[in-house]
């Protein structure tokens, strides 16, 4: 045989206790080119889903399995012909078999929590293979996406290549970029509803095609699966893609980009025209969050009211509790009492923790309260959030707060980590101005910006005193709540961030 052609085995690696698993997907047909670890079938067991990648790059001599068929642990998957670059990327099944039995073990998890692992991780989802190069992107692990995200836009290794060269060869550039309409609408480019990151991250698919879907930017919930047991497969993506391109406006929740028919799109320009120019992609995150941020912004009618708060006596029994804090290893900012004090406030005024139902006609109240916080990092903004910080004393919130901050710096947080929020809190006192407006951070009807504290002259009994004003900038939902609703609100967060000993008082 020529030394530059060889012919590699693929096998099943170690798949621990499982044996009989169900081929649910074959993914490559004989002829096609492969990368190393582009995915070549899809299996199934009562615990999990697993694609099994190629050890090679070359050309798919044959498949060994059938769809629908069952194997098990160093079973023949597939015959490659490597191409002569390949050079040891043929791994013998036997070196397969650690990372594929740590993959199994993790099978052997309840099927809930896998299915975590698999919103966390779309690029490298339950692959027993060798470790797959790591995913560009900050926000989690989980989003490497929403989120490493909110659960995102993928682009890696292994399937990723595989996924891009798939969805060059057959969706247009204008699916991924912004369709054109239909003939008889002018010049006019639509956009796929976005992702709905928790009904996404349940959807009956497998990792690669998870990940084909976000490369498309395709919501797997509206998906109608042809697979085996309704399993999504590449096709229905596709199939999916094609009927949008067709016409755009059958798929529920496609719109234009500006968010409504009819809004003005803003013309091209050639900047390079005028100067040296340089094109830097946006981070992950931003390509995540830039949508969501636009879809709240033109879908919500925003208002915001500003007002002040006195913290001159929060901020010197906060100083007085430091150094005690501080030996319990929990670090006291100003953040910590600014969410308790939200919390009395959200249990004061319950509309305000509160989201329009889908139809818009009812408002589903809820009874727990989980407060956002956004989290600057080197790669943007993300939002984590604090669990039942009604069941939380201020030092407590301020534990969560450090161990959330430092998931995120880190890129370790899980789509749990940012899912469930009714009400987030946006602080730049750390970095200045006196006042923002917010963008809701949607389904939420609210959100408070913070901006940095400044001693003023207040007129108390008679004469003007000192004392250190918080500003306080909230935007609201104006289909939820009204302007003197929002009033009172910011009144009452005022005052209670004025009366320290509430803030500082045990929680029942």
Request: glycine content about 8%.
């Amino acid at each position: 045989m020529n030394a530059a052609v060889r012919l590699v085995e693929v096998r099943v690696p170690d798949l621990g206790n499982f044996k009989d698993v169900a081929v649910i997907d074959v993914l490559v047909k004989p002829g096609e080119s492969i990368e190393t670890e582009a995915p070549l079938v899809t299996l199934e067991t009562e615990k999990a889903t697993m694609d099994v990648p190629s050890t090679t790059s070359g050309v798919v001599e044959k498949i060994h399995v059938a769809k629908g068929g069952t194997v098990s642990t160093g079973d023949l998957i597939a015959t490659v012909r490597a191409s002569a670059e390949a050079g040891t990327d043929a791994t013998p099944a036997a070196q397969q078999a650690p990372a594929a039995k740590q993959e199994a073990k993790a099978a052997e998890a309840p099927a809930a929590k896998q299915e975590t692992k698999v919103a966390e991780a779309p690029v490298a989802e339950a692959k027993p293979a060798p470790a797959a190069k790591p995913a560009e992107g900050p926000a989690s692990s989980g989003a490497r996406e929403a989120a490493k995200s909110a659960g995102a836009t993928g682009s890696a290794s292994g399937a990723g290549g595989v996924a891009q060269a798939a969805v060059k060869e057959t969706v247009p550039a204008a699916a991924r970029e912004g369709a054109v309409a239909p003939a008889g609408v002018a010049n006019t480019k639509y956009e796929l509803p976005p992702i709905n990151e928790p009904g996404f991250s349940r959807a009956h698919a497998s990792p690669s095609v998870r990940k084909f879907a976000r490369e498309l930017g395709v919501d797997l919930t509206r998906v109608k699966g042809s697979g085996f047991k309704g399993r999504i497969t590449q096709d229905d993506v596709k199939g999916f893609v094609k009927s949008y391109l067709a016409s755009p406006t059958a798929v529920p929740g496609a719109k234009p980009p500006g968010g409504g028919a009819g809004l003005p799109q803003v013309p091209p320009v050639d900047f390079a025209q005028f100067g040296p120019t340089e094109l830097k992609p946006l981070s992950r995150i931003q390509k995540i969050s830039g949508p969501r941020l636009h879809a709240s912004w033109v879908n919500i009618p925003h208002v915001t009211q500003f007002d002040e708060a006195d913290i001159t006596d929060l901020e010197a029994a906060r100083n007085e509790l430091k150094a005690r804090a501080s030996q319990a290893g929990i670090k006291l900012t100003p953040l910590a009492f600014i969410i308790r004090a939200c919390v009395k406030a959200l249990q004061e005024f319950p509309q305000f923790n509160a989201s329009l139902d889908p139809s818009g006609a009812n408002l589903v109240l809820k009874k727990y309260f989980h407060i956002g916080f956004a989290a600057d990092t080197p790669n943007g903004l993300v939002v984590p959030v604090v669990r039942e910080a009604d069941r939380k004393d201020v030092y407590e919130i301020a534990r969560a707060l450090a161990e959330l901050s430092e998931k995120a710096r880190g890129g370790k947080l899980t789509p749990n980590d940012m899912q469930g929020g009714c009400f987030t809190v946006s602080s730049l006192g750390g970095i200045g101005g006196t006042a923002f407006t917010p963008i809701i951070n949607a389904p939420e009807v609210a959100i408070l910006g913070i901006s940095r504290s400044a001693m003023k002259p207040v007129y108390r009994d008679g004469t003007f005193v000192p004392r250190l004003m918080l500003p306080l900038s909230l935007s609201y939902d104006h289909r939820v709540i009204d302007g003197a609703a929002a009033a009172r609100f910011t009144t009452f967060l005022a005052e209670t961030l004025a009366n320290v000993s509430g803030l500082i008082e045990a929680v029942p």
